[in-house]
Structure formats: structure tokens, C-alpha cells
């Protein structure tokens, strides 16, 4: 499955136009890469996700085409999300 579309519908990200973009700008890594929108992601891959100042890092658990909305949380599994970075560094 392309990176943009498990973001969409693991729903870690609302929107695969906003999943392409973050992507797209350089945001998202895959196994410690960089990584593009179409990127095929698989079980137990890593990816780490920057939102502003918000650094999230989980691991691939299930890919499914469709999913439920309770049921998204379910592909994945959060590693570490981390808030505020910029006052870490101060």
C-alpha cells in the first residue's frame, strides 16, 4: 500500500491530499528515510511523522484497504509522540 494512502486510512492523518503533502514536503520518514507519497509501506515498517513542533514515530502493525473508524488505531502502534521540541531545545 502507498505511504499516502495507509496515513488516510489509519486516519493518522484526516485527508490523503494533507497525507500527500506532508510526504511530499519532506515530513514523513520510512525506516529512517525520507520518504515520498507513494512509498510501499509494510508490516513492521517505522515511520516517523513531523506536524509543526510535534514529532510522532509509530510502527506498522496491519495494512487494510478499508478499515472503521474504531478500528483505524489498530494498524499501528505509537512509539512516541513528543510535544513541544522547540522548548526542549531552549
Given amino acids: 500500500m502507498r505511504l499516502d ?3 488516510k486510512v489509519s ?7 494533507v497525507a500527500n503533502e506532508a510526504c511530499s514536503g519532506g515530513r514523513v520518514s520510512l525506516n529512517g528515510k525520507v520518504a515520498k507519497p507513494g512509498a510501499e509501506v509494510k508490516v ?3 515511520m516517523t511523522i513531523r506536524f509543526g513542533d510535534k514529532l ?4 506498522i502493525l496491519s495494512i487494510q ?8 488505531a489498530d494498524m499501528y502502534r505509537i512509539i512516541s509522540e513528543d510535544e513541544g521540541m522547540e522548548e526542549a531545545r531552549s
Fill in 5 to 7: 494512502k495507509f496515513l
Fill in 11 to 17: 486516519r493518522i492523518i484526516k485527508r490523503r491530499t
Fill in 44 to 46: 513492521g515498517d517505522r
Fill in 56 to 59: 510522532g514515530q509509530y510502527e
Fill in 65 to 72: 484497504e478499508t478499515v472503521r473508524k474504531d478500528a483505524a
